[in-house]
């Protein structure tokens, strides 16, 4: 089983940017792909970045492409996802999770954080 704790969120203008950490814990989190969402009030929560297990392939949301960048470090057990130009349609809340094969949708996940608030304003 895998923990994992996210970080970094905070109030950001538009065009600025944010750095969010997720933590892990147990010892086979190296073998999990990883993927980030985020969810507002009133919507779907939307998918945003996985990366495998390798760190060698990624995959982003259209609206998020160029923009955000997916990373990993299995030595440190945390997986980050570098938010630049901002927007506030990006304010959510987001969320980190730990799945055995990733994918663009929630039910490809097994474990989540319990999320962290990005705030874009204009």
């Known amino acids: 089983q895998v923990q994992l704790v996210e970080s970094g969120g905070g109030l950001v203008q538009a065009g600025g940017s944010l750095r969010l950490s997720c933590a892990a814990s147990?010892?086979?989190?190296?073998?999990?792909?990883m993927g980030w969402f985020r969810q507002t009030p009133g919507k779907e929560r939307e998918f945003v970045a996985t990366?495998?297990?390798?760190?060698?392939?990624?995959s982003y949301a259209d609206s998020v492409k160029g923009r955000f960048t997916i990373s990993r470090d299995n030595a440190k057990k945390t997986v980050s996802l570098q938010m630049n130009s901002l927007k506030p349609e990006d304010t959510g809340v987001y969320y980190c999770a730990a799945g055995q094969y990733g994918g663009g949708i929630s039910s490809d996940y097994n474990y989540w954080g319990q999320g962290t608030q990005v705030a874009v304003s204009s």
């Open positions: 147990g010892r086979t989190f190296s073998s999990y792909a």
């Open positions: 990366i495998s297990w390798s760190g060698g392939i990624t």
